[in-house]
């Protein structure tokens, strides 16, 4: 009130700051739908497993096929910079704590290998999965096509902040627009935070949208360089952007809430943000399946000069399927996410995703459980 | 401002974020008047006991309606799925912690016997006590006529989110006009937290209405499917409902804040939030008479697919009588809750509950008692 | 935005949540002045010792006024009902922590001796000392006079919560403008936290108002019974209600914040909230020539049978004079409270108390020294 | 609403508190330029390593140099009391723990050489380098000139709190616009934190500002005194002056935002909060080079009568070198200050320091990393 400051600073949410509030009307979880469609692509779960190399290799990406989902493989890692990524998988998880980034700084600087591409696309197409992989903006114009070329369903750009104008002197800016016309198929790209870059790059034809900047604590993004938005305002600025896009041009873009998630509490949280579906790292980390075998990092914990994160033991879970679809005696929701996406439409009287948009979400700060505090619920 | 958002969040609050500001007069705590009303049933205190099989046994019942208050039997628990629950609540009691929710699925797994319902009533019936049992929605039609018929006095409706229109394919939606037409006796039903429910509840005929959906630390609803509100925003908009309702039909519904209680300063914050009585569980589990006998756990944490809690070691703080009236050397405010109840309404000058609706509240987070600090008031 | 709710909250604000804003003139803290005046008696600093047992005996209160200040003296404690309190001192120091609540129940059970009173007042007023007392409402139009007539200056009348209309049944309610033409000495009455209640008070002719009620963590009242008001705002309200009533009057009432306080930036906050004086309880407690050796305890912690609080150990950090004037070695603000409130009010460019009203005060939650973090300021 | 209060008290933010949003264009952090200019001199980084003892030497003023920065050495400190302050630093690092304070209080009692000033600013501009030196308003008029006479090129004037106008009986307040006339070199001034006194100070004609009262954990101005500003909103205030300063006269002052800071992500957002500069201590304490060996305090730790922090023991990192510009393992952006600024300026589409000021920057309370949580972030 008359006080001068530079600039006005809005507040932002995240997962832990709101709760999703019940619906007029309420509905058997047995009658929802968990249906969602990337560039006409149909998945029977909104839940994507992110291109990260300790959470999804060809044989899970294929698993997740199989499950209903989508697991999205790095094309710029292990698996395409190595013929047998396994014995490097099991050097990474087998070096002590003080030694894992510099390990990893290492074995990130070994050259991706074209031909290691097409052959990881092969396997998941061999599979008789949907195949996605990832690029970074430096060379998705390049490799994409290699990709493509192999089979590749869905081409995905992704770094840690992505526009539709990065400026460069060491490649040309990547047009968008341009490469979906040669690649054609669906392209999403991330990783975005705001209406206005969301607005901009569905402009450009994309088909999904990824959004996250530094939501999460195993990477550090946030603290190292203080750039990030919470997820839960993250994706209300996106799917705002989505529908005045979709009002304006008809064209509906799928917007993917990436990362910050820990329980099926959150997942449903992005969703009634306006997610039309999620991705997730760690929890698909803790699989069994997962090649990481309870570790995790990501590329950017891998920066030769500035590295952000580190490899982390998640520790093992349960199997794919538990901790997509249960049954599961874990309460504190890691396991069920679909059981638990179903139980939150239900509550919401919502029959589909989009129905789920509709729901009331106020700001709650989390409770802090302490030893000596005992509440009860139904 | 200005800034494009999908969707608006409200703030929200519970116990631990406010405070009740005493009132411009003050009263003699003996001079006050703690009396409640459901369907023309009249009660001492403005106290329940929740339905949980740890905490409400028939016997516990009947103490409770000694004490001044009234105990809910879970129709659907222990009590009426077992001959002799007491051996299954000792097995449960002495299980390991990490077998308990695998051991609770299975517990509750068996059968619901009608014969047993209308033994529990007439237990608590020949002890001369009001005797309230609760349904889930799915069994209400069915069973709550054996459970009038042998004498029960209150029909509780009560599932995690109760709406007046559910929709299902397994069994046609309960219609709670017709409901209390056939009972005849009175009803409440829950839980809700929202102005819109809660007035459409009233409008059905129903006589008390249960607010909370997942306040407490003990379930973790919020956790799991990320759903709830926190008690003090629930009681603040279904109590507008209430007075609204009541100001147009002259018909008053007794509004019953059901969980997150830990101290009778929550007891007295619900209360100044608009309610006109309170529900409590943990803090009766805690009773030297209660049938955990210092365990509790909830339906929820039963569920076979997506459990939400699960058994927790609660502890036994003193007899039913000294946590509802002292005296007692506890100064953590887990006893005495009647006693702190008419401090309460003395300081804020109320003879009644319904006075105690006017008292002024403010926003405060609750202080952080950390070792090295030392406060004092008088 | 529309929605319904029972009530509106207000946010309040507690001495960690808020900072002083330093002014835009600075001045040396040798120049300023903090003198303070209660009903015509000048003191030269705004610093009250509490009446509480622990705290402040008729020695210590003797100290308190060589040292410019003022102890009161409860006139409801261990020194009015036993000849020898020191013994009973002795007992509850060397009673072990799960007996002590009980072991003070039973100690303030012992009744009050008139002739006691008088004696206390004359071993103060034999040192030359300005002489307080406090008394609860119950007991001061009886006793009062009796402490007056002795010797004392000045008359407290303290309760939880006091406002200027108590209705009870077993005594008629104490008239403020009957007992200030009684006794003919000021008159402080608290505690009290909202506008109106001050405003009512101060209407009576009463000279000083103590503000406070539950701010602490010692004491439990907003556990136990969730009334309270944090200080800042209690104080903000309060002063407001001071400068209204001395605009429409012309007659100032001293506002003096009442527990709460930690650190010598506690006390400056208290007063740029518009206290004129602040009175401490466990910071004299830990002074070497405490009555409590290090041990301190409030009335409520005795109520029979609803105990608010409870003995703590609250250790010993120094003489009186280090703790209100140092020098000292100890870092954190608990001692010196003079010499920081001099500072600040250099900082502020305050030559005196009421200079430093005029102080701007920000929000601003403080911060949690974690053990790795290490910042710095000049 | 309608609440009386005695004054209205604004919301204020520090580092942990707000978050970067990234831009709507990116650009390679190659691209980025991070240059600074105080008072005409030019420097590559727009970080100064403050005047303290530990953290800065005459010897570490030259590698500050060499480094692109400036490193401001105490006059009033060890190096400008002692012939031979090595082996009091030694001394001072050896001391218990329990001592430290003490020790620092007398060593800090011995009196400043007027001969010692002029060999160390030599011993500075001997190696080639930029020489800025510090003193106390107190001791600015005498002391100064011999600085300037032996080289120096910037006179930074400091203390906690310091204002255009101070008011003081044992020295004439300093008047600014008659030292820049005196001096002849650009002159620093600080630390403020309001718009007010940013505004008179720059009207004096003064280079740099410096902001920051009672920023940090390790300075316990906050807890002793109460006062204080956070970060994030001193600077918002102080960098609103400096822009309506030069859009009315033209000459741009340059805003340094000092102390407060523990990664690189503050660096950035005390930036984008409008700084042209940040001044830090205890990471170049923690330098390899540092004097004082993994240890740090601050002047006001050394108070006679109320010390204000104390000596800690922040170990060391790495070598300067790579606590400004890596590489690193370190993951926590406690090292690569200036490659985290590029990486953030790249995320913000910004070429300059300049452009860094318009970025967008969001309330978001940090995440508390708590061992049983996961998340995941590209």
């Known amino acids: 009130m008359g006080r001068r400051l ?92 003080e030694e894992a980034t510099r390990f990893l700084q290492k074995v990130y600087s070994q050259p991706i290998q074209d031909h290691l591409i097409g052959q990881r696309v092969e396997e998941i197409k061999s599979a008789g999965s949907i195949c996605a992989v ?54 999403m790209v991330g990783n ?16 999904g949208i990824l959004v996250g900047v530094g939501p999460g604590a195993a990477c550090t993004t946030r603290e190292v360089v203080g750039v990030g938005v919470p997820q839960v305002t993250a994706t209300l600025e996106c799917a705002a ?21 820990r329980t099926g509490g959150d997942v449903c949280k992005a969703i009634v943000s306006g997610a039309d579906a999620v991705m997730l790292g760690t929890p698909f980390a803790q699989a069994e399946e997962a090649p990481g075998r309870g570790f995790n990092w990501g590329m950017a914990n891998a920066h030769p000069e500035l590295p952000r994160g580190t490899r982390i033991n998640v520790g093992t879970k349960g199997t794919l399927k538990q901790i997509l679809y249960g049954p599961t005696t874990a309460t504190d929701g890691t396991q069920n996410f679909v059981g638990a996406l179903r139980v939150a439409m239900g509550m919401c009287g919502a029959y589909t995703i989009r129905d789920l948009h509709k729901a009331r979400m106020v700001i709650a700060p989390s409770i802090k459980t302490e030893g000596k505090y005992f509440q009860m619920a139904q």
Chains 1, 2, 3, 4 share one sequence.
């Open 6 to 97: 530079f600039k006005e600073l809005e507040r932002s949410y995240g997962f832990d700051e709101v709760a999703i509030v019940p619906g007029q009307v309420t509905i058997n979880p047995e009658l929802t739908s968990t249906k969602m469609t990337i560039g006409g692509l149909d998945f029977d779960i909104p839940i994507l497993a992110s291109a990260m190399d300790g959470a999804v290799s060809p044989r899970f990406a294929t698993l997740m096929h199989e499950m209903g989902g989508l697991g999205v493989l790095n094309a710029e890692g292990l698996y395409t910079r190595y013929e047998d990524p396994y014995s490097t998988l099991e050097e990474i998880i087998s070096m002590p704590k």
């Open 134 to 187: 990832s690029f970074t903006p430096q060379n998705t114009k390049r490799m994409s096509p290699v990709a493509v070329e192999a089979g590749a369903d869905i081409v995905v750009v992704q770094s840690t902040v992505t526009t539709a104008r990065h400026m460069s002197t060491s490649y040309r800016g990547l047009i968008f627009s341009e490469l979906i016309e040669t690649l054609n198929v669906p392209v």
């Open 192 to 207: 975005c935070v705001t209406y206005e870059v969301a607005q901009e790059l569905m402009e450009t034809g994309i088909d």
């Open 241 to 261: 952007a989505r529908e005045d896009y979709f009002r304006r041009t008809g064209r509906y873009v799928t917007v993917i809430t990436d990362g910050g998630f």
